[in-house]
């Protein structure tokens, strides 16, 4: 059982960063992938980024491309996501997940609030 713990949300104005973090524990060397998600008030949980675990390879939404930054740290199953030139739109929770099944993520985080002020 894979446990994630998000931290590093916060209200922010418009224009400025914010780095989250996500820890795993627990079951992390089946990790295959390691994503980004959001959930914004009234709207479904959508997906932002996600990094592959071995490979290091990244994929991001559309709209936060060239402004989010996923990373890993592989030494202590750490998932991070650097958030630039943050907007109002951004808003939402975002939760951290793993998939250590092909095709689906399969733990979830509980998420952390972040709010972009205009």
């Known amino acids: 059982q894979v446990q994630l713990v998000e931290s590093g949300g916060g209200l922010v104005q418009a224009g400025s960063s914010l780095r989250l973090s996500c820890a795993a524990s627990?079951?992390?060397?089946?990790?295959?992938?390691m994503g980004w998600f959001r959930q914004a008030p009234g709207k479904e949980r959508e997906f932002v980024a996600t990094?592959?675990?071995?490979?290091?390879?990244?994929y991001y939404k559309d709209s936060v491309k060239g402004r989010f930054t996923i990373s890993r740290d592989n030494s202590d199953y750490t998932v991070y996501l650097e958030m630039n030139s943050l907007k109002p739109e951004d808003t939402a929770v975002y939760y951290c997940?793993?998939?250590?099944?092909?095709?689906?993520?399969?733990?979830w985080g509980r998420g952390t609030q972040v709010t972009v002020s205009s």
């Open positions: 997940a793993t998939s250590t099944v092909q095709g689906r993520y399969n733990f």
């Open positions: 990094i592959n675990w071995s490979t290091g390879g990244t």
């Open positions: 627990g079951g992390t060397l089946s990790t295959l992938l």
